[in-house]
């Protein structure tokens, strides 16, 4: 959520120094933030296997596998974002 900025303060820049630990686990906390914000709308197999880091004959061996959560719209694959993080939290 963005902060009402009072017209009348003026806000001088700072550095802040982290360790690469700390660092790290600031950056993975952003990237949860944005990806809870997000649209979590279906993706489609070629978008669905860069999210998870998969090359698409990987993600089509695992659907034909039946080892990944998915829907058939017609011919095409769907994957839902939500359903593929819980997924891969799941450790499956």
Same mark, same amino acid.
């Given at each position: 959520? =963005?902060?009402?900025? %009072?017209? $009348?303060? !003026?806000?001088? +820049?700072?550095? *802040?120094?982290? !360790?690469?630990?700390?660092?790290?686990?600031?950056?993975?906390?952003?990237?949860?933030?944005?990806?809870?914000?997000?649209? %979590? $709308?279906? *993706?489609? =197999? !070629?978008?669905? &296997? %860069?999210?998870?880091?998969?090359? +698409?004959? =990987?993600?089509?061996? /695992?659907? $034909?596998?039946?080892?990944? +959560?998915? #829907? #058939?719209? $017609?011919? /095409? *694959? *769907?994957?839902? #974002?939500?359903?593929?993080? &819980?997924?891969?939290?799941?450790?499956?």
């Amino acid at each position: 959520m =963005a902060r009402n900025q %009072d017209p $009348g303060v !003026t806000r001088e +820049p700072f550095t *802040l120094t982290l !360790t690469p630990e700390q660092e790290e686990a600031l950056v993975g906390r952003i990237v949860e933030r944005l990806q809870e914000s997000r649209d %979590d $709308g279906y *993706l489609n =197999a !070629t978008d669905a &296997a %860069d999210f998870l880091g998969l090359t +698409p004959s =990987a993600l089509y061996a /695992r659907v $034909g596998r039946e080892q990944i +959560p998915y #829907r #058939r719209v $017609g011919k /095409r *694959l *769907l994957f839902d #974002r939500r359903e593929l993080r &819980a997924w891969v939290e799941g450790g499956d």
